[in-house]
């Protein structure tokens, strides 16, 4: 496997449901990212880890708790989502923070 | 509030021609500048950047502009090929401890042959 790998690719869960998102990178990079891409609106933000610490939380709700345990995997477990949590979550990698990121090809997610 | 903002949601490009995407921002603290690409089912690929000590950066068909006075940059595709057409988004660094690119809301490209 090379850059950067999500799974699942495709998610459908209820709202009372726990599952989780996992990302790994195989770039030997230092930073990680997790973005949520929802319709007709830019890549927002959720978290940033750098060296497994997590150095930026964008007011993400609760029910969203990223883990990184190692620099080449990150997780975001998901609990109680809500409908409008439906989205493309992506995972990206740079060197270090603020460099170019590579992404992942995302997890489709969709809440019922 | 839209610091980085991609006006035109599309653009219809005959193959061989250029191809010009925008990107505005509001915030002066930006001072690097990223266009990525992104193909349907995924991930967005970096694709160019550009530091605001620098006005143009070129890569084989792809330049991207910057005027920082007006707070634009601009990425131009020359020729044009099908394989081109993607949604493209600009995003915006402002260095410093902060680490969060911001993102434009994305130009779908469609190269016509």
């Known amino acids: 496997e090379t850059g950067v790998t999500q799974t699942p690719r495709h998610l459908v869960m209820g709202m009372t449901n726990k599952k989780s998102l996992k990302c790994e990178q195989h770039?030997?990079?230092?930073?990680m990212y997790w973005y949520k891409q929802s319709a007709k609106k830019p890549l927002e933000l959720m978290f940033v880890?750098?060296?497994?610490?997590?150095?930026e939380n964008n007011s993400v709700p609760s029910r969203f708790s990223p883990e990184c345990p190692n620099s080449s995997h990150l997780f975001l477990h998901l609990h109680t989502l809500q409908p409008e949590d439906s989205a493309l979550y992506l995972c990206?990698?740079?060197?270090?923070?603020?460099?170019?990121?590579?992404f992942g090809p995302g997890t489709r997610l969709t809440v019922t | 509030d839209q610091q980085v903002k991609q006006n035109s949601p599309s653009l219809s490009v005959q193959e061989g021609r250029i191809s010009i995407l925008n990107c505005d921002y509001t915030?002066?603290?930006?001072?690097?500048f990223l266009w990525y690409k992104k193909y349907p089912a995924e991930g967005p690929t970096f694709l160019i950047s550009?530091?605001?000590?620098?006005d143009k950066n070129e890569d084989g068909r792809f330049t991207v502009f910057l005027n920082k006075s007006a707070k634009h940059l601009s990425l131009h595709i020359v020729p044009s090929q099908p394989g081109d057409s993607a949604v493209y988004f600009c995003a915006a660094d402002s260095g410093g401890s902060n680490y969060k690119l911001t993102f434009g809301k994305g130009t779908l490209l469609t190269v016509n042959p």
């Open positions: 770039l030997g990079h230092n930073a």
């Open positions: 990206a990698s740079s060197q270090v923070p603020g460099s170019e990121q590579y």
């Open positions: 880890y750098s060296l497994e610490e997590r150095v």
């Open positions: 915030n002066s603290m930006f001072d690097y």
């Open positions: 550009i530091s605001s000590i620098k």
